[in-house]
């Protein structure tokens, strides 16, 4: 019989007895050839001998003590390694009054490697997921385009104030330039400086007119 398995699991050696068997007279060999093999497992006379056991097979292998007097006799073999793949297991019957062993079953593991586990989170959450990521992407370049803005905004504002030759130190612009360059001259002061002109020459002329007035002049 093949069976096929998965390396790392358990299976199970199907063995069962044609008839319902005397416990205390029966004896079953689980090896891995019809004689001379390793001891995988032996029921003798009534109880499990594992002082026998071959090492390779310590600790992983059972019977299902239950099932003993049905003549089932089935082995299970856990840990299932590299070892066991291609092995054939016999079942071998005897009792205390034949002791020439009897072939009941013979099984030959194929093994395989275990199938990749499926991914712990079903596909929509990595739906979500990215989803989620690219918004707080957007999310991100948007905050960085308003900060950008922003601080443009108010570094042109502050440069136009730095252009002022008198902001620097709090001196308006006009009040500087009259500081560097002397007083400037406006409308209004030639207007008055052309009147004030026009008054002495009027007087000149008033004061050459009359002796009397010209006469004061000289004497003061």
Known sequence: MLVNATL?????LQCILPHHPTLPNTRVYWQTKPSDGKAVHLYFDGKED???QDPLYRNRT????????????????????????NTS???LHATTANRSPTKISQVTLQLQEPKDSEPPWPWWTWVILVLAIFLFVLLALGIFYLVRRWRRSGTGHIGHIDND????????????????NGPVKRRGDDSSAALVDNKEAVDLE???GD???EDRSQDG
Do not use: K, W
């Not at 030759?165 to 560097?180: K, S, W």
């Open 165 to 180: 030759p008198g902001a620097a130190n709090g001196i308006p612009t006009g009040v500087a330039n009259e500081l560097a």
């Open 89 to 91: 297991f016999y079942c």
């Open 62 to 85: 059972a019977l299902d003590l239950s099932q003993l007097a049905a003549g089932n006799f089935s082995l299970r073999l856990c840990h299932l390694t590299e070892q066991d793949n």
């Open 211 to 213: 002796p009397l007035l």
């Open 8 to 12: 790392g699991t358990c299976v199970l």
């Open 206 to 208: 008033m004061v050459a």
């Open 50 to 52: 594992l002082d026998h």
